[in-house]
């Protein structure tokens, strides 16, 4: 499980096969080291690392993975935001998030405020002031349309995130409430 409050800001390096690489700036210096099969999000999906060369995490990336996400889009050089798994001990400052991507969205208008278009039945997870999970950032919905839905992004998630470099166009992963989905699941067998 993750908060939704993006560490660091990473570095995508490749892929070589189904294995990605992605760099940790001052991830030597973190304090606690990271362990081979910890789970880590990256732009909001729960991968598993697999190997660790000084400050560049490897992950092994599946074909599930990649047709649900951006992952696949990505080009060395392109940031990645990063989160290690929260602990029972952590506050919770944004709010549950799996690292499950159920859709991506397009970006029809970049932040600060931020418009998204998604296709499909998941616009019945979202209500105004609820949370939603964009590249692994938890915000808050501010407006809800037909085909997506908007967010004021603060200037320091712009700086600190993904969302500082996004454009027309641009692809996103979401996640929405997994509350949302078991309350719909458990309605459903009423």
Not at 65 to 76: A, C, E, I, V, Y
Request: proline share 4%; net charge negative; hydrophobic share 40%.
């Amino acid at each position: 499980m993750f908060t939704g409050i993006v560490e660091q800001l990473g570095v995508f390096q490749g892929f070589s096969g189904p294995e990605m690489r992605v760099t940790w700036p001052g991830l030597e210096s973190l304090g606690e080291e990271i362990p081979i099969g910890a789970s880590v999000s990256n732009n909001g999906v729960c991968l598993t690392v697999i190997g660790i060369d000084k400050e560049t995490l490897c992950y092994e990336v599946v074909d599930e993975t990649l047709s649900r996400s951006n992952l696949g889009r990505l080009k060395p050089g392109d940031p990645v935001n990063l989160e290690r798994a929260a602990r029972v001990s952590d506050r919770l400052d944004g709010h549950i998030v799996q690292g499950h991507v159920d859709q991506v969205g397009e970006i029809v208008t970049a932040a600060p405020d931020l418009r998204i278009r998604l296709s499909g039945s998941n616009m019945s997870y979202l209500v105004e002031k609820g949370s939603v999970t964009v590249d692994g950032i938890s915000l808050t919905v501010v407006e809800l349309f037909d085909d997506g839905f908007s967010i004021a992004v603060i200037p320091h998630t712009s700086k600190v995130t993904t969302l500082g470099y996004k454009v027309r166009g641009d692809l996103v992963n979401l996640e929405f409430d997994v509350l949302a989905k078991y309350v719909e699941r458990m309605l459903a067998f009423r």
